[in-house]
């Protein structure tokens, strides 16, 4: 009977937080200023980029896509459905003049929040104070809202997920452009953290890179680290 060390694997994952999106633009404005964020949609899978999003895309296409050497390119993209994660692989993509495959998977889609979707932590803490409590009571590794979902929830798809990825993709480098719940639910599934762990690491940054190189499907080393050099000037 074959090993479970001799199933296929991903030579390399890349993951990519989308660029600044409208609603990171409108909540940074709002806890600075002491007020409600506006002009946001409806739904937070139709939340599209900043114009300072747009950029950050591109530089992410023309300062590190592009300068990749041919072997070291990712032969796959698969985006989060919501609206500013397909902005980000496709301005990139346009960028740096590459015309690969991209695939849509909806488990990359962000955490949702249910009835907290789209609000700050000050508007939750004044309309749903006993679920503010909850939240800050319970960690946000188990903290479920209402209609949401929690840590825990996100890390059954993007372990799924990642499952199919080294089947689908065995023996390639493949791109990844999500969320920063996901990206951190990834980590969890690949490193191995704990919640404390989980806890302790920082938001990932928009458009930053975060890249694992695998010796099999589940030894694996991580080389970039929230690397957003390919954003200066």
Do not use: C
């Amino acid at each position: 009977m074959p090993s479970t060390r001799d199933l296929p694997f991903l030579a390399e994952l890349t993951v990519v937080r989308h660029g600044e999106s409208l609603a990171n633009a409108a909540f940074a404005e709002a806890e600075a200023h002491g007020h409600d964020p506006q002009g946001l949609p409806a739904r937070d899978a139709d939340v599209p980029l900043s114009g300072r999003g747009e950029k950050q895309a591109r530089r992410l296409g023309e300062n590190w896509l592009a300068r990749l050497p041919a072997a070291g390119r990712p032969g796959a993209v698969v985006v989060s459905p919501y609206v500013r994660a397909g902005q980000t692989a496709r301005t990139a993509l346009a960028a740096a003049r590459l015309d690969l495959p991209l695939y849509v998977d909806e488990r990359l889609r962000d955490r949702e929040m249910g009835v907290l979707e789209l609000l700050t932590p000050a508007q939750i803490r004044r309309r749903f104070p006993e679920e503010a409590e909850r939240r800050a009571r319970t960690g946000e590794l188990y903290y479920r809202a209402p209609g949401g979902e929690s840590w825990a929830d996100v890390a059954l798809r993007t372990r799924s997920l990642l499952t199919d990825l080294h089947g689908r993709h065995a023996g390639e480098r493949v791109l990844v452009v999500a969320h920063d719940a996901t990206l951190l639910l990834l980590r969890t599934v690949i490193d191995g953290l704990d919640e404390a762990a989980m806890h302790a690491t920082p938001p990932a940054r928009n458009a930053a890179v975060t890249r694992w190189v695998f010796q099999d499907r589940f030894t694996s080393r991580l080389v970039d680290d929230d690397e957003v050099g390919h954003l200066a000037g």
